[in-house]
């Protein structure tokens, strides 16, 4: 019974961190329509950053989170504005490839620079933790559950209380009639970019403190994201917590009894049943009543 409240202990705080590393790639493929493939980079990217600041200057990397959230945001802005916004009215294969090419060209910089070792950011208190009985919280794993779940409610409670977001809500929904009511699509694009980077980034600095990374990490955080995404619902950031939730539980739940290979399998068996029920996933709706719904 103990690792059993154990696993699901550390499923919960691990699908907490999931749903922030998730929810900037569900906003742009809801808003958007753009399956960006090269969003694990950008994780990865907010982790070397976090690392590097922790290391130069002894900055505590939840206090770098956002360095890396600020530096992922301007980043994302500049690539939307000179490389996606060339292909954002091309067929869904077009910017497929094109954030496919983003990706290899980023873990081969990344690699580059850092070289492709696996590095984590040390800290004097996150691998204390708190006893409930024999059940063990980390303080790192709690603090990134905590900061991963108020960063999603502080998205939605942007993209439900502000004019920006109320805009982003509008494009993702009809972009011709957002067009004609004022609203500029191409600004609203970069900018909903850019905050997906920003959340990335966030969630690649608290990964980088309470596990391992590398630049050959990308990849399997762009699928989590995409399988997240899905379970959830496109565009729904509630959404993307709940479906955080469950392949996090699911995951840990998993790792008890069967081997890598199968825990993935496991998950993508999820998936499929849940989009059999519920073919817009756990909270979407289908794509005639709303495209981005929080």
């Given at each position: 019974m103990t690792?059993?409240?154990?696993s699901t202990v550390y499923g919960?705080l691990q699908g907490?961190?999931?749903?922030?590393?998730a929810?900037?790639?569900?906003?742009v493929?809801?808003v958007?329509?753009?399956?960006n493939?090269?969003?694990?980079?950008?994780?990865v990217l907010g982790?070397?950053?976090?690392?590097q600041?922790n290391?130069?200057?002894?900055?505590?990397?939840?206090l770098?989170?956002f360095a890396?959230?600020?530096c992922?945001?301007v980043?994302?802005?500049?690539v939307?504005?000179?490389?996606i916004n060339?292909?954002?009215?091309a067929?869904?294969w077009m910017t497929?490839?094109?954030?496919?090419?983003?990706?290899?060209?980023l873990?081969?910089?990344?690699?580059?620079?850092f070289?492709g070792d696996?590095r984590?950011?040390?800290?004097g208190?996150?691998?204390d933790?708190?006893?409930?009985?024999?059940?063990r919280?980390?303080y790192?794993r709690?603090?990134?559950?905590?900061?991963?779940?108020?960063?999603t409610l502080a998205?939605v409670?942007?993209m439900s209380?502000t004019?920006?977001g109320?805009?982003?809500?509008?494009t993702?929904m009809?972009?011709?009639?957002?067009?004609?009511?004022?609203?500029?699509?191409r600004?609203?694009?970069?900018t909903?970019?850019?905050?997906?980077?920003a959340?990335?980034g966030?969630?690649?600095?608290?990964?980088?403190?309470?596990?391992?990374f590398s630049?050959a990490s990308a990849?399997?955080?762009t699928l989590?994201?995409?399988?997240?995404?899905?379970l959830?619902?496109?565009g729904?950031?509630?959404?993307?917590?709940?479906?955080g939730l469950?392949?996090g539980?699911v995951?840990?739940w998993?790792?008890q009894?069967?081997?890598g290979?199968?825990?993935?399998?496991?998950?993508?068996?999820?998936l499929v049943?849940?989009l059999?029920?519920r073919p817009a996933?756990l909270?979407?709706?289908?794509?005639y009543?709303a495209?981005?719904?929080t």
């Amino acid at each position: 019974m103990t690792e059993f409240l154990q696993s699901t202990v550390y499923g919960l705080l691990q699908g907490g961190l999931l749903a922030l590393v998730a929810v900037g790639f569900s906003l742009v493929w809801g808003v958007m329509n753009v399956v960006n493939l090269a969003h694990g980079t950008f994780v990865v990217l907010g982790s070397y950053v976090a690392w590097q600041l922790n290391k130069s200057a002894g900055v505590d990397p939840f206090l770098g989170m956002f360095a890396a959230a600020a530096c992922l945001f301007v980043a994302g802005y500049a690539v939307h504005m000179l490389l996606i916004n060339q292909v954002i009215k091309a067929p869904i294969w077009m910017t497929l490839l094109l954030t496919f090419g983003l990706e290899l060209v980023l873990i081969n910089a990344m690699v580059l620079l850092f070289s492709g070792d696996f590095r984590s950011i040390e800290t004097g208190w996150a691998g204390d933790a708190i006893a409930l009985g024999d059940v063990r919280i980390p303080y790192g794993r709690l603090a990134g559950f905590l900061v991963a779940v108020g960063l999603t409610l502080a998205l939605v409670a942007f993209m439900s209380r502000t004019r920006l977001g109320l805009a982003i809500k509008a494009t993702g929904m009809d972009r011709d009639a957002a067009r004609l009511m004022g609203i500029r699509a191409r600004r609203v694009y970069a900018t909903t970019f850019a905050i997906a980077a920003a959340m990335a980034g966030a969630a690649g600095a608290i990964v980088g403190t309470v596990g391992t990374f590398s630049p050959a990490s990308a990849p399997a955080f762009t699928l989590q994201s995409f399988v997240i995404a899905v379970l959830g619902g496109l565009g729904n950031m509630w959404g993307a917590l709940a479906g955080g939730l469950v392949l996090g539980l699911v995951q840990s739940w998993g790792g008890q009894y069967l081997s890598g290979t199968l825990v993935t399998a496991m998950a993508f068996g999820v998936l499929v049943a849940v989009l059999i029920v519920r073919p817009a996933g756990l909270l979407g709706k289908p794509y005639y009543e709303a495209r981005v719904e929080t």
